[in-house]
T-cell receptor, first 112, second 116 residues
Framework: DVKVTQSSRYLVKRTGEKVFLECVQDMDHENMFWYRQDPGLGLRLIYFSYDVKMKEKGDIPEGYSVSREKKERFSLILESASTNQTSMYLC???????????FGQGTRLTVV | AQSVTQPDIHITVSEGASLELRCNYSYGATPYLFWYVQSPGQGLQLLLKYFSGDTLVQGIKGFEAEFKRSQSSFNLRKPSVHWSDAAEYFC??????????????FGKGTHLIIQP
């Protein structure tokens, strides 16, 4: 089975901190994604990557950056965390555009 | 740009009753369509997907969905629900934005409540 692992299930950070959310997949997938999930808004795409060192902005990239130095790892970075970034963050990977995305368990981030 | 609408925020169904969750999409060409389920505190699990071919697709856990191009719909159905089906359900479209992975566009979800 494909496994997508997010490094933390719960995080509490202070306003202004730099925050790293890590995601690792074990199936050699080309594509990786970061989504944000908020009640009533569903999932919104923050960034995605279709190759090592490649990244593309999604629908809500403001306040975020990403890093993909290795194929299996995709990091989401909050340069200066703010309270409006309190949310559930979901990482996903897929083999190609026509194949389904596999999701990690999510990281619930609280910024205080 | 593609979009997905799930008109029902909450649905309550009695255990053993049939279920239909609605999903409408907006996209100019044939989309790739997915239904995912999310149990509380968990990530998303794929129930089924449609890429081409037979418009009635079968998924896991006894779910099925029908693609209707004329109605731009991809509704999810189950003939008899179980209490364990209580969860959040998301419809998604993967339509491509110009190459590469492009990601999925999700609806806002339907919260399914099962009454005993």
């Amino acid at each position: 089975d494909v496994k997508v692992t997010q490094s933390s299930r719960y995080l509490v950070k202070r306003t202004g901190e730099k925050v790293f959310l890590e995601c690792v997949q074990d199936m050699d997938h080309e594509n990786m994604f970061w989504y944000r999930q908020d009640p009533g808004l569903g999932l919104r795409l923050i960034y995605f990557s279709y190759d090592v060192k490649m990244k593309e902005k999604g629908d809500i990239p403001e306040g975020y950056s990403v890093s993909r130095e290795k194929k299996e790892r995709f990091s989401l970075i909050l340069e200066s965390a703010s309270t409006n970034q309190t949310s559930m963050y979901l990482c996903a990977s897929s083999l190609g555009i026509t194949t389904e995305a596999f999701f990690g368990q999510g990281t619930r981030l609280t910024v205080v | 740009a593609q979009s997905v609408t799930q008109p029902d925020i909450h649905i309550t169904v009695s255990e053993g009753a049939s279920l239909e969750l609605r999903c409408n999409y907006s996209y100019g060409a044939t989309p790739y369509l997915f239904w995912y389920v999310q149990s509380p505190g968990q990530g998303l699990q794929l129930l089924l997907k449609y890429f081409s071919g037979d418009t009635l697709v079968q998924g896991i856990k006894g779910f099925e969905a029908e693609f209707k191009r004329s109605q731009s719909s991809f509704n999810l159905r189950k003939p008899s629900v179980h209490w364990s089906d209580a969860a959040e359900y998301f419809c998604a479209v993967g339509a491509g934005r110009g190459g590469g992975a492009d990601g999925l566009t999700f609806g806002k979800g339907t919260h399914l409540i099962i009454q005993p």
